[in-house]
């Protein structure tokens, strides 16, 4: 499917958001993006090469069109080349400082921490924003490259990092970091000698990365285990490569198929990456049928009544991944009977609470970790607002699943992760409008 590429910026006067008329069973087709987590850390990653770079699957979202622009500033020939395919000449670099108002929006700008320091052996960089979905601290980010040997210090809200050179060494990370695995892996490609990561993340966009970087030339091992270890190269030459698809935007859809009592088969996905999420679901008394069609893999996912009430704790890969217990909330805000959530990666991934309250939702909460969701036996409408990407999903579930009209603000949210969420979600079976108003 090749859409319009350019996002249209709206105005500070003017206002967008989802209207959604609740009700409708969910029925037909749909395929998946490429991943929005791996697509933000291969982008960057691909300065690391002496060459051009052209990146393919790429979904057409808001993160990936910021770091266009990032990369633009910085030098970097970045274009568009057909559909879903991006072009990444990075010879022109000649500014590593990356301190923009775009590079302060996004969280995954990060990643231009280890992909600058390792090419050129320099970096400065505006300490990134992104959801408010809890503490997410660089410190690990920040261990694993002054391991490799760099000079880091922050002023204000500015972190430099310098390396006259940057040599291999054995890292453990003090917490599993998806983040610091990624950043300190791209540092350590180019990395004089051999560097052992311990205690990493295994997320199947950390494993794309790992491919990624394998393809430009780079000898990375045991990327989804416990240990990772990289042998360094001088150089690195680029490389045409295909994302992975996107396993959250997958789970997403899964779960609104369940929420209204629909029937459909999800196309472009990996099933090995969504069993915690499969699991789950068929508890709930879902079917979830894996197939192969002969040029995707696909899943199938089909209920009929109300869901049983089950207990959710998010884990790293491969437990039920973080960025889903939104969406599975709203689920299960009309099982038959007490669902319990336990967050255990972000300490504020509540938020979306009061907003399913607000549709008759009953939800307690303690401590900012556990929730108890007590099924009723309908949600009704209202005007709810995203206070993230993934609690803007969530609401947009909600509503599909609500009797009367949803109004879902703070979409900008939302395109930060998820292309053409609501043609998507239109083409089977929903009724959902964005409205643009002055």
């Known amino acids: 499917m090749t859409q319009g590429r350019v996002f249209v910026k709206i105005s500070g006067m003017q206002k967008q958001w989802y209207s959604i008329n609740g009700g409708a069973r969910l029925e037909g087709t749909v395929t998946i993006s490429g991943a929005k987590n791996a697509s933000v850390a291969i982008i960057p990653a691909a300065v690391l090469a002496g060459e051009c770079c052209v990146l393919e699957n790429l979904p057409h979202i808001q993160d990936v069109s910021a770091l266009q622009h990032i990369l633009q500033e910085l030098g970097a020939t ?27 929006q996004m969280r995954a700008s990060y990643y231009l921490l280890g992909a600058l320091l390792g090419r050129y052996g320099e970096c400065d960089l505006a300490l990134p924003g992104g959801c408010v979905i809890g503490a997410r601290p660089i410190d690990q980010h920040i261990k694993g490259m002054a391991a490799l040997g760099a000079d880091i210090h922050i002023d204000g809200s500015i972190l430099h990092a310098r390396a006259k050179k940057l040599v291999g060494t054995e890292i453990f990370f003090d ?31 950390v494993v794309d990365v790992a491919n990624f970087l394998n393809m430009m030339g780079a000898s990375v091992k045991g990327a989804g285990t416990d240990v990772i270890r990289i042998n360094g190269k001088k150089n690195l030459h680029g490389c045409v490569y295909a994302v992975i698809p996107d396993q ?36 709930t008394g879902a079917r979830v049928i894996e197939g192969d069609d002969g040029r995707d893999f696909y899943l199938r996912v089909v209920m009929n009544g109300r869901p049983r009430p089950v207990s959710i704790k998010t884990l790293a890969y491969p437990g039920f991944p973080t960025d889903l217990q939104q969406p599975m909330m709203a689920y299960l805000t009309t099982a038959s009977g007490q669902s319990t959530i336990n967050e255990t990666i972000f300490e504020n991934r509540f938020n979306h609470v009061r907003e399913l309250r607000r549709m008759g939702a009953s939800i307690s909460v303690k401590d900012n970790r556990l929730a108890r969701v007590k099924g009723v036996k309908e949600l009704h409408g209202a005007d709810i607002y995203a206070s993230d990407l993934r609690a803007g999903a969530s609401l947009i579930i909600a509503g599909l699943m609500a009797n009367g009209t949803t109004n879902v603000h703070n979409i900008e949210y939302i395109d930060r992760g998820y292309e053409y969420l609501d043609s998507k979600f239109r083409g089977i079976g929903a009724s959902i409008e964005r409205v643009t108003k002055a």
């Open 78 to 104: 970045v274009d568009f080349t057909d559909g879903d395919c991006m072009r990444i000449d990075p010879t022109g670099i000649t500014c590593t400082r990356a301190v923009s108002p775009a590079v302060q």
């Open 175 to 205: 917490m599993v970091s998806v983040g610091a695995t990624i950043n300190v892996m791209l540092a350590a490609a180019r990395a004089e000698g051999v560097t052992t990561l311990t205690n990493v993340a295994k997320e199947p966009h």
């Open 248 to 283: 959250i935007e997958t789970g997403t859809f899964m779960i609104a198929a369940a929420a209204t009592r629909g029937d459909v088969v999800i196309k472009n996905v990996i099933p090995t990456h969504m069993e915690a999420v499969s699991a789950k679901l068929m508890e």
